[in-house]
T-cell receptor, first 117, second 111 residues
Framework: AQTVTQSQPEMSVQEAETVTLSCTYDTSENNYYLFWYKQPPSRQMILVIRQEAYKQQNATENRFSVNFQKAAKSFSLKISDSQLGDTAMYFCAFMGISSGGSYIPTFGRGTSLIVHP | DSGVTQTPKHLITATGQRVTLRCSPRSGDLSVYWYQQSLDQGLQFLIQYYNGEERAKGNILERFSAQQFPDLHSELNLSSLELGDSALYFC??????????FGAGTRLSVL
């Protein structure tokens, strides 16, 4: 079974600064997808960024970028120019194929990020 | 707004009871996922349906069941409820097999 580990339960950052959230995963598969989801106090889960394992290039979405290290099974999220609205729980997620041929999602336990003014 | 609708938003019930949670996916999405989010367990994948058929199972208890109807809406049935079933239940829909769009969740409180 795949596992996703987020080793930082809580982090904080000053507004306008940069912060990096860590995620490692364990899998024997070669093709899979990785995601970061954001869950603000409203509890809505929002997709932040997506990475396909077969792509070498790191995904970027505006102020959000990832550092995908396939050999190390590491998938960190960098938030640049942090804003107060970035305060949320961030979940790293892995999507890999099960023995039945379907993609099974596995989520990490989350990192609570607080952005201070 | 993700386009995924979950009802009800809140549900309060007693131990031993049975409840049904409903999910309407985004227009055109054939795949529906159900998750349970509790404080001590994080976000746990329960089950996935694709175009009416069960496609994948996660950590779903035997007391729980789900189905997806011809109009693609899905229902999660929780029976013989226990205090530990209190959680936030999410539904997500997907146009493919990777990106998921989450509903706002149903908060279940079992008293």
């Amino acid at each position: 079974a795949q596992t996703v580990t987020q080793s930082q339960p809580e982090m904080s950052v000053q507004e306008a600064e940069t912060v990096t959230l860590s995620c490692t995963y364990d899998t024997s598969e070669n093709n899979y997808y990785l995601f970061w989801y954001k869950q603000p106090p409203s509890r809505q889960m929002i997709l932040v960024i997506r990475q396909e394992a077969y792509k070498q290039q790191n995904a970027t979405e505006n102020r959000f970028s990832v550092n995908f290290q396939k050999a190390a099974k590491s998938f960190s999220l960098k938030i640049s120019d942090s804003q107060l609205g970035d305060t949320a729980m961030y979940f790293c997620a892995f999507m890999g194929i099960s023995s039945g041929g379907s993609y099974i999602p596995t989520f990490g336990r989350g990192t609570s990020l607080i952005v201070h003014p | 707004d993700s386009g995924v609708t979950q009802t009800p938003k809140h549900l309060i019930t007693a131990t031993g009871q049975r409840v049904t949670l409903r999910c309407s996916p985004r227009s055109g999405d054939l795949s529906v996922y159900w998750y349970q989010q509790s404080l001590d367990q994080g976000l746990q994948f329960l089950i996935q349906y694709y175009n009416g058929e069960e496609r994948a199972k996660g950590n779903i208890l035997e007391r729980f069941s789900a189905q997806q109807f011809p109009d693609l809406h899905s229902e999660l049935n929780l029976s013989s409820l226990e205090l530990g079933d209190s959680a936030l239940y999410f539904c997500a829909s997907s146009p493919s097999f990777d990106i998921q769009y989450f509903g706002a969740g149903t908060r279940l409180s079992v008293l």
